[in-house]
Every structure is written in structure tokens, then in C-alpha cells.
């Protein structure tokens, strides 16, 4: 049986309708979700939604971050702004791989606008399920943080 997470979600109103449709499987598969927002596609600002799913990241309060966004850019640079948090964009499965084998990555970022909803599916899937290598990668992740 595969590792269930605590996992806050948020997104901006390009990023709702995946995000909805995520915590839905997320759920199912047996994870805990906080959804921090936001709660419809009415437009709105996405920092007002992807900084408390870091903040929550950050203080040990979820063990994972998941925001969205209609490219994910905007989103991932919001998420990184805060200390602790490693959030990289990914638009495919062997990325999301890399994102948590080599940088420990603790969030991650999806468009809405540049993948289907199944490829989003898997890629969440992978990302939740790949260690990270440690090794070599370690002494790049102490860098970042000093």
C-alpha cells in the first residue's frame, strides 16, 4: 500500500476546475486535503490562495503542496518565495520525477492551460510516489538554503 499524504491544494481561477478534480482523486485514494482556496472560477488574485498552501508546507503542517494555476508559473514563483518550500512547475511525468528525486521537491505546480486533467492525474500520482535520492542531490538542496 502506497504512502497517504496530508496535502494542502490551491489555486487561482485558471487552476479550479483541475484542482477540484484532483482533490476529488486525491481523496478517494485515501490522502487527507486541505483546500485553501480558491472556491469558484470567479477571477481572483493567486497569491491570495498559493501563499498559505506554502505557508502551511513550510510549517510542517502538510506534508505536501499542490497549486494550481492556468500555466503554473506565477504559482510556482509565489510557492518559492517562502522559506522552505522547493515547488517546481512540472508538465510531465519524468519531470514530477525529477522534482522529487533530486530537489526533495514539497510542492508542486500544474497549468491548467498546458495539460490535460489525465496527464495532470498522473503526473500528481508520480510525484506523490517518488522518493527522494538523497546522495549528491543533498548537498545542492543545504545550497539553496543557506
Keep these: ?16 476546475n483541475y484542482k477540484e478534480a484532483i482533490k476529488t ?18 477571477p481572483c488574485d493567486y497569491p491570495d490562495y498559493i501563499r498559505p498552501v506554502a505557508e502551511a ?3 510542517g503542517e502538510v506534508e505536501r503542496g499542490i497549486v494550481l494555476g492556468g500555466s503554473g508559473n506565477g504559482e510556482a514563483i509565489v510557492a518559492n518565495r517562502v522559506k522552505g518550500v522547493r515547488c517546481g512547475l512540472c508538465w510531465n511525468e519524468q519531470v514530477a ?11 508542486l505546480s500544474l497549468g491548467e492551460r498546458t495539460i490535460t486533467v489525465e496527464e495532470a492525474f498522473k503526473i500528481v500520482r508520480v510525484w506523490l510516489a517518488t ?5 549528491r542531490h543533498l548537498a545542492r538542496i543545504n545550497k539553496i538554503d543557506a
Design 1 to 16: 500500500m502506497s504512502k497517504k499524504f496530508t496535502i494542502a491544494i490551491g489555486s487561482d481561477h485558471a487552476g479550479f
Design 25 to 42: 482523486m486525491l481523496l478517494q485514494e485515501g490522502h487527507t486535503v486541505r483546500d485553501l482556496g480558491t472556491h469558484s472560477n470567479a
Design 57 to 59: 508546507v513550510a510549517r
Design 97 to 107: 520525477i525529477w522534482n522529487r528525486s533530486h530537489n526533495d521537491g514539497n510542492c
Design 131 to 135: 522518493e527522494f535520492e538523497g546522495g
